[in-house]
């Protein structure tokens, strides 16, 4: 048996601070196209968030600016922007960076007061770029639909022979949002005192 865990951001401060996309001006992020169309399956091509997807985005279509609505408050390490995407440090991206070098995009946005002409940091939309099917069916006692996608009524227990030597990914059939994380990159981060973010354990085989 062993551990890998989800990777989520958390509510920081008690009352919920919004961001809002100021360029280009969009609600959401939905309009994001893929960087490579080709090699993305039907039902991600179908989503109203391609960015959550596992797949490369094309970085011309990301967003490169939000505010955020607070006069004073710091931007945690993990915050959520966007319609779900996780907007990290640079903490957070060197870290992750160290482990797969390369694989995931990092893609700059500056974050501005409200009301402000100039930004007050910069932050990085994470775009987790590797898909696993992760789930140890066998070990398991949630149930499967027949578009392959997990119900959450039971223990999830995550394989890691699918897993191997990867430290960061997305699990298609558990949801868009689920990022799960190894073990030894979730030591890395605990060892920084990080904010905005939940590191959970769930067991593996």
């Not at 196209?33 to 039902?43: G, N, S, T």
């Not at 060197?94 to 009301?115: T, W």
């Not at 994380?181 to 920084?192: E, G, H, P, T, V």
Request: proline content about 7%; glycine content about 6%; overall charge neutral.
């Amino acid at each position: 048996m062993g551990l890998v865990y989800q990777f989520r951001a958390v509510p920081h401060y008690e009352s919920r601070v919004g961001k809002k996309i100021i360029a280009p001006r969009m609600e959401d992020l939905s309009q994001v196209k893929f960087l490579d169309p080709e090699r993305v399956d039907q039902v991600s091509k179908m989503s109203s968030t391609p960015a959550l997807q596992g797949y490369p985005v094309d970085p011309t279509t990301m967003p490169t600016a939000v505010v955020y609505e607070s006069k004073n408050k710091a931007v945690p390490d993990v915050e959520m922007a966007g319609g779900g995407v996780e907007i990290v440090s640079e903490r957070v991206r060197d870290v992750i960076e160290q482990f797969e070098p390369g694989v995931h995009q990092f893609l700059p946005v500056d974050v501005y007061r409200p009301k402000a002409n100039e930004p007050f940091t910069r932050r990085y939309w994470m775009i987790v770029c590797r898909r696993i099917d992760s789930v140890d069916a066998a070990h398991s006692t949630i149930t499967r639909r027949a578009s392959g996608i997990w119900n959450a009524d039971g223990q999830m227990v995550m394989n890691l022979s699918a897993i191997g030597s990867a430290h960061l990914w997305c699990d298609p059939f558990i949801g868009p949002r689920y990022h799960s994380c190894s073990q030894s990159l979730c030591d890395a981060l605990k060892q920084m005192s990080l904010t905005g973010v939940s590191l959970d354990p769930r067991e593996a085989v």
